[in-house]
């Protein structure tokens, strides 16, 4: 019974290594990418949330296309 739980333990601590060293990066998740909105006008007016441009109060629109 001793035996068999120490081994258990060793396969246990040898398959948790295991498990850190496969640990891969995740790549990035699209849906967590915020959306850029910017001012048709004014493409240096960048916003998060899709307001109105300080400088003339048009609609910002969602900026696409930028991953490449
Ligand atoms: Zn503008």
Do not use: R
């Amino acid at each position: 019974m001793k035996n068999e739980n120490i081994n258990y333990l060793s396969v246990f601590s040898a398959v948790n290594s295991f498990a850190k060293a496969q640990e891969i990066p995740k790549p990035p998740q699209k849906g967590i990418q915020k959306a850029t909105y910017n001012c048709p006008m004014h493409p240096d007016k960048m916003s998060s949330d899709p307001e109105k441009c300080a400088k003339c109060g048009m609609q910002m629109i969602k900026k696409e296309g930028d991953k490449k």
